[in-house]
């Protein structure tokens, strides 16, 4: 039973931060373009100045 | 850029559709300012479809002076730049120049989507509420008792409060209009459900209770909640697509002041009597006059006619019009909410007034199962208080009634189906503005067409080329490549690639209002244009060609020139009539061409010379003889119908107007896009009822047990989870029914395809 004490408000306060942390990434806009996100991790951006490489788009044909 | 600029392509052939890029005042007009000296502008790129795409976008804008930030978003298409006021920056030429077509975006002051935002954030709540709760039911149901018991239920009441007052808000508020309406719809049913079951829990955990129902009325929310964001979002996906494409009418006019001196004014500045320059390429802002120049008009998408009409001094001229070849100069004769377009859009609203208001399936079965079920739990109370004479355990009986009965499955039976059907459609490249319309197409029986642009791509070909002497029409070709009026790229399109034998011709010239002009090295002079300016000599009937080819005022080859009928129309109709619909034609072009066109796509009955006033009349003839139309058009001049028809199609390639009018919007090239949604809006209706059988045979199973007292919460919770689950995997079916080969390409494949589709509009 004392463990329970420790344990529901641990549980519940490690949940509202993921609720808090959910709705902060939703209110900074995070959310908004999500196809975005996901091939803009393919952008190197220091890369190409750095290295003489081929231009983008080159590359990837 | 190779790999990803579809517009690169395009702009290689020589039919790139006239595009007139903005003027500067008129980014200014469309921008807004964020203070501190910055504008922001935001741009539609239905071409973006890649990280190279926005890498290159992004690089290019921010290389240009004045720009401070660029950002693409990938996933509704656009680019919004921030720029310094004062000069501005060549947004659209860049975009241009690296192969990507782009046009503005109007930008509605703090408009965002806040309807969405707060579902989501209800559905984090109600989640987090549900999960917690679900955890601490868990270990009652295993048997924690005494003071454990009333521990965990006074958590889960703790946690439940926010829940249903904040995430369930959104059904309150919704029942609530219903009810002050004197209607009934699924939330009122779920309303009076949530707020009994918690009000009964909450008296069960005061009074040291064993049976709370926390779990499963915040459960109950949650699953709504999801199905409810869900359909949201699809729809928002449609909308935000739709409004993506190209604005056809002009935000504003270059106005000559009495000193004669030129300015670009807003639209709603421009009264009667003002003079309005109108460069060749631009749509034309006001009815009017022309004063000065001449021209021709493209008045597809207003009349309906499918040929250009040439316009001179004193020739009136419609606002949306498009003006082909030359400068011209109008005397406004309406203000703008006087003019063809305001009377439109005044005939729309008449119509849409006669339109009787559909009743969603999910309310109709609301409207009977609300009062049912509310009848049911009442005489609960009243047969256990009397048999067992314990007002408590009634109360707690019938609520229990009311909980099993919670329309859950019948809430998210029929979001789920539509938010499938939606993405079904969205695959083949076609956008459902709203659930009903889905509903409403399912119950058609007759399609009604609008010839130009929409049974026809509404571009000209050649008629008879095969008749025309090769020779001749690369010469035509060589004066045509000039030019970018309707018939030179039709000429284009028709004229062998390789030209052979062909005079050399120099020093071209397009003569506004009349045609092209050249020299050949012998010093002929060729003219390609209007038969009275090409052969000045001879005498006019009216049986002449559109266009001719002449040498010297000589006569070489004559054109004739009319729409082509879309590709797969043909076989869409006879799709159409294989599901036993009747197909009509209602154009506003002259007979002929109209006759012409029925035959080719097989159409039943066609009319032509249609004003849009007696278009209504047609369809308002439809609907008061029992028949449920469905009206696909383009033209401002079909607008009113769309709105006056039970549902109503539009292509991309439609007037503004018209395509917020639609209830559907196709992207694609083909007229398949008919067949197919009606095809998938029957399957969908065919699932929404599996879904309502469903819920009713799950209510004759779970009401009598109810009835009788043996619903304990840990029934509840099971019985709700698993009718929610059974709806929503009988929806996913519709996601996964017939696939053709086409859509169930690679997800890659088929959205660039469909990029592309969005780029050719």
């Known amino acids: 039973m004392n463990n329970l004490f420790f344990l529901i408000p641990i549980a519940l306060f490690l949940g509202g931060i993921g609720l808090a942390g959910f709705l902060w990434a939703l209110g900074s806009g995070q959310y908004e373009d999500l196809d975005g996100a996901a091939e803009r991790i393919l952008i190197d951006e220091e890369a190409s100045a750095a290295r003489p490489s081929l231009p983008r788009g080159q590359e990837a044909e | 850029m190779s790999c990803c600029a579809p517009g690169a392509e395009a702009a290689l052939e020589f039919c790139l559709p006239l595009q007139a890029s903005p003027s500067d005042e008129e980014i200014v007009l469309a921008s807004r300012t964020l203070g501190e000296g910055f504008m922001q502008t935001d741009l539609a790129v239905p071409g973006i479809h890649c990280a190279a795409c926005i890498h290159a976008i992004e690089k290019a804008l921010l290389k240009l002076p004045d720009v401070r930030r660029a950002r693409v978003n990938l996933s509704t298409r656009r680019v919004s730049v921030t720029w310094r006021e004062g000069r501005v920056p060549p947004l659209i030429q860049t975009l241009n120049r690296l192969g990507y077509e782009a046009h503005l975006f109007e930008i509605v002051a703090g408009r965002k989507d806040e309807a969405l935002g707060r579902l989501i954030r209800a ?14 039911s868990v270990s009652v149901w295993a048997g924690a008792d005494g003071a454990t018991r009333d521990l965990f239920h006074w958590i889960s009441a703790l946690l439940a409060v926010p829940a249903l007052a904040y995430s369930g808000a959104i059904f309150y508020r919704s029942a609530w209009r219903a009810l002050r309406h004197g209607r009934t719809n699924m939330d009122v049913p779920i309303s009076i459900g949530l707020a009994l079951a918690f009000g009964l829990s909450l008296y069960e955990t005061a009074t040291h209770g064993a049976e709370a129902y926390f779990d499963a009325s915040v459960s109950l929310l949650f699953f709504l909640l999801v199905g409810r964001t869900l359909d949201h979002a699809m729809r928002e996906k449609a909308r935000s697509a739709v409004s993506n494409l190209r604005n056809l009418s002009p935000r504003g006019a270059t106005v000559i002041a009495a000193d004669g001196s030129r300015e670009f004014r807003p639209l709603s500045e421009v009264m009667p009597g003002t003079r309005v320059i109108v460069s060749a390429g631009e749509r034309i802002p006001v009815d009017g006059s022309v004063v000065e120049g001449s021209s021709e008009v493209d008045c597809a998408l207003v009349t ?13 001229v419609q606002a949306g019009t498009l003006n082909l070849t030359g400068p011209l100069v109008i005397l406004a004769t309406a203000s703008p909410d006087g003019s063809f377009l305001a009377e439109t859009a005044r005939l729309m609203e008449r119509a849409e007034e006669g339109r009787p208001r559909y009743r969603l399936i999910a309310d109709r079965a609301a409207a009977l199962y609300a009062p049912l079920v509310h009848s049911a739990a009442f005489l609960t109370f009243v047969g256990w208080l009397w048999i067992a004479g314990d007002w408590h355990y009634a109360l707690q009986t019938a609520i229990a009634v009311l909980i099993i009965t919670c329309p859950c499955a019948l809430g998210l039976a029929v979001p789920m189906v539509q938010v499938m059907a939606a993405r079904r459609l969205f695959e083949k490249g076609i956008l459902m503005k709203d659930g009903s319309a889905l509903e409403r197409l399912a119950e058609i029986d007759t399609v009604v067409l609008d010839k130009t642009g929409t049974a026809t791509t509404g571009e000209l070909h050649l008629l008879h080329a095969e008749h025309v002497d090769p020779a001749l029409l690369a010469t035509a070709s060589l004066l045509a490549a000039y030019s970018s009026h309707p018939y030179s790229r039709a000429i284009l399109r028709a004229a062998p690639r390789v030209d052979s034998g062909s005079p050399g011709i120099a020093s071209i010239k397009e003569v506004s209002g009349c045609g092209m002009e050249g020299t050949a090295g012998d010093g002929a002079v060729y003219r390609l244009g209007r038969p ?12 002449e060609p559109h266009l001719v080819l002449a040498r010297n005022g000589r006569m070489l080859a004559g ?167 059974a709806v929503v995997a009988n929806a996913l079916r519709l996601g996964h029914a017939r696939q053709n080969p086409i859509s169930a390409g690679v997800g890659r494949a088929r959205r660039s395809g469909f990029g592309k589709a969005l780029g050719q509009t």
């Open chain 2, 304 to 316: 309906g006619e499918s040929t250009p009409r040439p316009s001179t001094v004193g020739d009136g």
């Open chain 2, 532 to 543: 009275s300016w090409a052969l000045p000599d001879e005498r006019h009937g009216s049986s």
């Open chain 2, 559 to 725: 054109f004739r020139f009319d729409d082509a009928a879309r590709p797969d129309a043909r076989e869409a109709v006879e799709r159409l009539k294989a599901a036993g619909l009747a197909v009509e034609i209602l154009s506003g072009d002259h007979p002929e061409p109209v006759r012409r066109i029925a035959d080719t796509i097989g159409a039943t009955r066609w009319r032509a010379g249609q004003l849009p006033a007696d278009k209504v009349r047609r369809l308002s003839g439809l609907a008061n003889a029992g028949r449920k139309a469905l009206m696909v058009g383009d033209g401002l001049n079909d607008a009113p119908a769309l709105a006056a028809a039970h549902v109503s199609m539009a292509p991309a390639t439609a007037a503004d107007i018209g395509r917020n009018a639609a209830d559907f919007v196709f992207m694609r090239e083909s007229l398949l896009a008919v067949p197919q949604a009606f095809e998938t809006a029957v399957r969908a209706r065919t699932l929404v009822w599996e879904n309502l059988a469903f819920a009713a045979s799950y209510n004759v199973v779970a009401v009598p047990l109810a009835v009788m007292g043996h619903v304990t919460p840990l029934l509840a919770a099971i019985a709700m989870s698993l009718s929610s689950l």
């Open chain 2, 123 to 136: 559905v984090a709540v109600a989640g987090f509420a549900a999960g917690n709760i679900m955890l601490l």
